[in-house]
């Protein structure tokens, strides 16, 4: 297939760097010079996507350790379940920041065509997978509130919870493969590589248009909308709980109002900006040179704004509950308890043992691991 059987379009995958093309402005008549736009991508992309992937990875490490120790016999709700692939998936999605940031900073793509194609496709499931996967932690949060004596417990593989697994997983892989089939290196206006989103000659640009506005329906305005009425719900409940204490109560409701709005601070941006460059490649309604880069700058500043969501989700979900901390400090416990008698027979001295536990815990233990384990506590 030839180059003239392809035509080019917008796509917000890469940081929206590679498809900063210059064009000719037909009303100035003169060309519209993206210079500015690709040397502010080779510095802010760079900076940004480093630190997301240090903390990112940090926290989700941690998520992913906790949860799959002991054989995984944490995971016992369906929060649990989705919490831990919520970390796999926002690792996954990290792993691909090195490979756009090395494109943005050099101004072009040397890794080759496969691997342009299977890093759009990684990018696009996995970030789809976690707004799925956040949708599917409020329904739970939801029923567990709504029917607490139904027993939220699974025991052994419950059938359940990985159901819901793969179906997200597969959905989210679904929804990524126009990113496999259309991504393309192909030359740029400014002389080097691009990996950018080409389309066959057969499909219109309003039908790409047609499948950014499903992806925006899929990716943010669904998880939005379940978010919104499980949460509302809950907010509800809570509020009228009479047991419940007001100081735990309100602490409760904070959690759930920092979510919803982490969730619309972080996502909201990048939709309006993508579905607004996807609309100007389809009717070019944008004729200004100054507005065209204004929009790219925008793009490149809310798309990393919208990656955050892989560093701040095990703060926002895992962290807050204190089952989870709970947990990471036995694992660092028992870790420290392996070390040390690994230590002490390298030296085949007797070593003595300091237990964490009072003498009224002794024996208690043995039944800690039988508590529930749901981390985002309400």
């Known amino acids: 297939m030839g180059e003239d059987d392809y035509q080019v379009f917008p796509d917000g995958h890469n940081g929206s760097f590679n ?53 995984g016999g944490h995971l016992r709700t369906l929060t649990d379940v989705c919490l831990l692939n919520l970390a796999a998936a926002d690792l996954l ?47 739970d949060r939801y029923l567990a509130v709504a029917r607490p004596a139904a027993g939220r417990r699974c025991a052994g593989g419950c059938r359940g919870r990985v159901l819901v697994s793969v ?31 080409v389309l066959p000659r057969g499909m219109t640009r309003r039908a790409m248009v047609a499948l950014e506005l499903l992806e925006v329906a899929l990716r943010f305005l669904l998880p939005l909308g379940i978010m919104g009425v499980c949460y509302g719900l809950v907010w509800r409940a809570l509020s009228r709980a009479a047991g419940l204490r007001r100081d735990r109560k309100w602490r409760a409701l904070r959690v759930l109002l920092a979510v919803v709005l982490v969730f619309l601070l972080t996502q909201l941006p990048y939709n309006v900006v993508k579905l607004t460059r996807a609309l100007d490649s389809a009717y070019a309604l944008v004729t200004d040179c100054e507005v065209s880069k204004s929009l790219d700058r925008a793009m490149q500043v809310t798309e990393s704004l919208a990656l955050s ?46 237990s964490l536990r009072g003498p009224d815990q002794t024996h208690s233990h043995s039944g800690s691991d039988q508590e529930d384990t749901s981390t985002f506590t309400i």
């Open 19 to 71: 498809d900063s093309y210059d064009y000719y402005d037909y009303e100035q008549h003169s060309v519209c010079d993206k210079a500015s736009v690709r040397s502010f991508a080779a510095v802010f992309l760079p900076l940004v996507y480093g630190l997301t992937l240090v903390l990112g990875l940090a926290g989700n490490s941690l998520v992913v350790l906790v949860y799959s120790g002991r054989g």
């Open 93 to 139: 999605l990290l792993v691909t920041l090195p490979l756009w940031a090395a494109a943005a900073a050099t101004q072009g793509w040397h890794l080759g065509a496969a691997l342009c194609k299977l890093t759009a496709y990684l990018y696009s499931a996995t970030f789809s997978c976690s707004m799925f996967l956040l949708a599917c932690v409020s329904a």
């Open 167 to 197: 179906g997200v997983w597969v959905s989210a892989c679904v929804l990524g493969l126009p990113d496999l089939l259309f991504s393309h290196v192909r030359p740029a206006s400014h002389g080097g590589l691009a990996c950018v989103t």
């Open 309 to 354: 969501h892989a560093c701040i989700n095990p703060l926002l979900y895992a962290f807050v509950g204190s089952a989870f901390r709970g947990r990471v400090l036995r694992a660092a416990k028992d870790l420290s308890e392996r070390l040390g008698r690994r230590g002490a027979r390298r030296r085949q001295e007797p070593a003595v043992e300091m």
